[in-house]
């Protein structure tokens, strides 16, 4: 169980299949599988007690061969390098699917956020920022927001890079507030990508919105966010998984009036729109469509077999195991895989740096409109590959992206 749960291995078997089945020149393969650069800091930070702590940071960059390496940076105590390799690489063959020109990189700090006060992260971030100033940058490393973190992680990320370079660099970070260089529509992308990736889902299946029952695990800014959309289209949302406990109703949630809720009480518990329910339970609930929008290692060997999905649209990062999809595709569940389900998020970040690059801003309705058409044309890619090589939908998204990254990577040669 161990090794099916490390996202490095899942990563790597999920990446040799699609190569073996895509012919891989045995060279690229070699390139390929492995990060370019792993940097690993260790670096004092002046807690507000007057102790110092030392903190473990990391970034991985697996590939600048499409462009710069592009990625999240997250803060959680069980951060590992293993997790970080496995996130940069998913990143390279995300960007790859929604074809934009950005390789895959990943970040993180071992930290317990929750424990931290304000000044305490923003002295953490400066100084991780400072760790990494050589390996970031707009033509470099383009970092972002992840678990735990925020706009307001990215505007102290760019001052502190601003700072070091004597000039306002926006362009460093993506995730910022729009204030100083964020895109518009760029909070709800990934949740949007989501609600693009289920509609293409029912388009191609023969479905409506309205006959879709939804459970989506996870209600933070994914979840949330497609949550609101999808029910905004006429799908019903019946229930709410998260970490501290479940929400269920079987005419449908109030996801406006449950977000609401949240932000008043911190937590989706207590909501009197819906019965209290476990949320292990609710994964495996009968539904047309379960999105897993939390974590890695929701949907494993244990529990896959008892989904009774239709469709699995994966809003998180790994949230199913090699063994769960094996599991599912037997059982016949249409499963959008993250690398294009949740690839809004960075094809809005990409938005968002071409924005600050050229100094020139789009509306919100602009932003969604060129979301939507990437999402779109990314999905009929993938099913073209999937019906044209008779895999499934993840191992189609590993082949397409692979097949771009390979060929931009033979077309560059090898610099020796």
Not at 23 to 43: A, C, M, N, T, Y
């Amino acid at each position: 169980m161990s090794k099916e749960l490390n996202p490095w291995e899942a990563q790597a078997a999920r990446f040799d299949y699609a190569a073996q089945k895509l012919g891989l020149d045995e060279g690229i393969w070699k390139i390929l599988r492995q990060p370019s650069r792993e940097i690993i800091v260790h670096f004092p930070v002046l807690m507000d007690d007057g102790k110092i702590e030392v903190f473990t940071g990391y970034r991985v960059q697996h590939s600048i061969a499409r462009g710069p390496a592009k990625g999240g940076i997250r803060y959680a105590p069980d951060v590992s390098l293993d997790e970080v390799r496995a996130l940069a690489s998913w990143m390279t063959w995300k960007c790859a699917v929604v074809n934009i020109p950005f390789g895959g990189a990943k970040g993180g700090v071992i930290c317990d956020p929750k424990r931290m006060s304000q000044g305490e992260l923003e002295r953490m971030t400066r100084r991780y920022t400072s760790e990494l100033i050589e390996f970031i940058g707009p033509e470099k490393d383009v970092p972002a927001p992840d678990m735990n973190t925020n706009e307001q992680t990215m505007a102290w990320i760019m001052d502190t890079y601003s700072m070091h370079v004597r000039q306002t660099v926006t362009s460093v970070v993506t995730g910022k507030p729009v204030n100083i260089g964020g895109s518009r529509g760029r909070t709800a992308a990934t949740g949007r990508g989501v609600s693009v990736a289920c509609d293409q889902s029912l388009r191609y299946l023969g479905m409506t919105p309205g006959e879709c029952r939804v459970i989506v695990q996870g209600f933070g800014n994914v979840g949330s966010n497609a949550a609101l959309l999808l029910q905004e289209k006429g799908y019903r949302v019946v229930g709410i998984a998260e970490w501290d406990g479940g929400l269920y109703n079987s005419v449908g949630i109030n996801i406006p009036a449950l977000i609401e809720h949240r932000k008043r009480t911190g937590s989706i518990r207590g909501f009197a729109g819906a019965e209290e329910a476990n949320s292990d339970e609710l994964i495996t609930s009968e539904c047309e469509i379960l999105i897993p929008a939390a974590t890695e290692n929701v949907l494993t060997s244990r529990n896959a077999g008892r989904v009774r999905a239709k469709i699995v649209c994966e809003g998180a990062n790994g949230p199913t195991t090699p063994k769960a999809d094996e599991i599912l595709a037997s059982n016949g569940v249409f499963v959008v895989p993250d690398i294009l389900a949740n690839a809004g998020g960075v094809t809005a970040s990409y938005f968002e740096w071409v924005q600050d690059r050229m100094g020139y801003f789009w509306t919100e309705d602009e932003v969604n409109e060129r979301l939507d058409r990437i999402m779109m044309a990314s999905f009929t890619d993938v099913i073209r590959y999937a019906e044209s090589h008779e895999v499934n939908n993840r191992i189609a998204s590993y082949m397409l992206a692979i097949d771009r990254v390979a060929y931009t990577t033979k077309q560059r040669g090898i610099y020796a």
